[in-house]
């Protein structure tokens, strides 16, 4: 059905103009609802992208339910957003996790430095009787053939983390994000349209089909081939209104940018790499009441103090 996108062609089709993309997400949501017979529904996380994705749905399909799974990490200014739309009229069901963050972290530990080592680092610190060569190619690099691989080894920056007075995990996505949306699957039997796009980056990159119909998990990415400027020109083209969290403010006097993203407000995972000031130090300005919580309430202040990446706000930096 032409959803298979090579990287040549997706490099073509991510230049082509907004219209036209327009026009291909439109034709991606036809196959993907006639397909399906109608039995389908947007992931709807509030965010400006699924906001775009909701938006050319509903105008071909407007009775296509949008699920947003509440977990208790969204900016307040999303769940907001999420909600006004649902008092609207739009057809929005919301669901929440089985667990809440501050279980997940008490139990299983911070989510830290990326997916990929949290999830090493986990694997180490929980040994058992069958995960003997699994820690040992973690710790060392080395498989049971005798070959090494550098990408299969923590990198040494962080082995610190697995006798850290604290656990490292990056297992709340799927308790938090993944479970819910698994649920109302079973509970619907309906297909999902997902708004990601493959110049995010990461395993967005590497993704080739918008319409998976035969994958494992079968889901619909029909703006897989957008930019982040394409959303914001269609935004500001059509007038949409969006969450308030990603305009520049002033709270308590204090400039504020807007946010970039907006996933799960205590996640730190990439938070390492980011410019001073960080999520959590303009989190602490913009969102002072979730902050501490996330600080002290919960610990997270000595996890980030244990990987050297500062939360505290800077009387010094300009956020502006």
């Given at each position: 059905?032409?959803?298979?996108?090579?990287?040549?062609?997706?490099?073509?089709?991510?230049?082509?103009?907004?219209?036209?993309?327009?026009?291909?997400?439109?034709?991606?949501?036809?196959?993907?609802?006639?397909?399906?017979?109608?039995?389908?529904?947007?992931?709807?996380?509030?965010?400006?992208?699924?906001?775009?994705?909701?938006?050319?749905?509903?105008?071909?399909?407007?009775?296509?339910?949008?699920?947003?799974?509440?977990?208790?990490?969204?900016?307040?200014e999303?769940?907001?957003?999420?909600?006004?739309?649902?008092?609207?009229?739009?057809?929005?069901?919301?669901?929440?996790?089985?667990?809440?963050?501050?279980?997940?972290?008490?139990?299983?530990?911070?989510?830290?430095?990326?997916?990929?080592?949290?999830?090493?680092?986990?694997?180490?610190?929980?040994?058992?009787?069958?995960?003997?060569?699994?820690?040992?190619?973690?710790?060392?690099?080395?498989?049971?053939?005798g070959?090494?691989?550098?990408?299969?080894?923590?990198?040494?920056?962080?082995?610190?983390?697995?006798?850290?007075?604290?656990?490292?995990?990056?297992?709340?996505?799927?308790?938090?994000?993944?479970?819910?949306?698994?649920?109302?699957?079973?509970?619907?039997?309906?297909?999902?349209?997902?708004?990601?796009?493959?110049?995010?980056?990461?395993?967005?990159?590497?993704?080739?089909?918008?319409?998976?119909?035969?994958?494992?998990?079968p889901?619909s990415?029909?703006?897989?081939?957008?930019?982040?400027?394409?959303?914001?020109?269609?935004?500001?083209?059509?007038?949409?209104?969006?969450?308030?969290?990603?305009?520049?403010?002033?709270?308590?006097?204090?400039?504020?940018?807007?946010?970039?993203?907006?996933?799960?407000?205590?996640?730190?995972?990439?938070?390492?790499?980011?410019?001073?000031?960080?999520?959590?130090?303009?989190?602490?300005v913009?969102?002072?009441?979730?902050?501490?919580?996330?600080?002290?309430?919960?610990?997270?202040?000595?996890?980030?103090d244990?990987?050297?990446?500062?939360?505290?706000?800077?009387?010094?930096?300009?956020?502006?």
């Amino acid at each position: 059905m032409g959803s298979l996108i090579v990287s040549s062609g997706l490099k073509q089709r991510q230049s082509l103009p907004l219209d036209a993309k327009v026009a291909m997400t439109i034709s991606r949501i036809k196959q993907w609802y006639e397909h399906f017979d109608g039995d389908v529904y947007g992931s709807f996380s509030g965010g400006k992208d699924s906001r775009v994705m909701m938006d050319l749905i509903w105008s071909i399909y407007p009775d296509v339910p949008a699920l947003f799974v509440n977990t208790g990490l969204e900016y307040p200014e999303i769940v907001q957003f999420v909600m006004a739309k649902k008092k609207q009229g739009y057809p929005v069901d919301i669901y929440r996790p089985l667990r809440t963050f501050r279980d997940v972290v008490l139990n299983d530990g911070f989510p830290l430095i990326s997916k990929k080592t949290a999830n090493m680092i986990r694997r180490v610190q929980n040994p058992t009787p069958n995960n003997g060569a699994t820690r040992n190619l973690y710790l060392t690099g080395f498989r049971r053939d005798g070959v090494y691989k550098q990408g299969s080894k923590i990198p040494e920056r962080w082995m610190k983390l697995i006798d850290a007075p604290f656990k490292t995990t990056e297992v709340c996505c799927d308790v938090l994000k993944k479970e819910p949306f698994r649920r109302y699957q079973r509970d619907t039997g309906r297909y999902p349209f997902v708004g990601v796009m493959a110049g995010e980056g990461g395993n967005r990159s590497t993704l080739t089909e918008c319409n998976a119909f035969t994958a494992k998990a079968p889901q619909s990415r029909p703006m897989l081939f957008w930019t982040e400027s394409d959303v914001w020109q269609y935004i500001t083209e059509r007038g949409l209104d969006y969450a308030s969290v990603y305009d520049d403010r002033v709270v308590n006097g204090q400039a504020v940018p807007g946010e970039a993203r907006t996933g799960c407000m205590f996640c730190a995972f990439g938070a390492h790499l980011e410019s001073v000031p960080n999520r959590f130090q303009r989190m602490a300005v913009s969102h002072p009441k979730q902050w501490s919580y996330c600080m002290n309430n919960l610990g997270m202040g000595e996890a980030l103090d244990f990987i050297g990446v500062e939360y505290r706000p800077d009387q010094q930096i300009d956020l502006v």
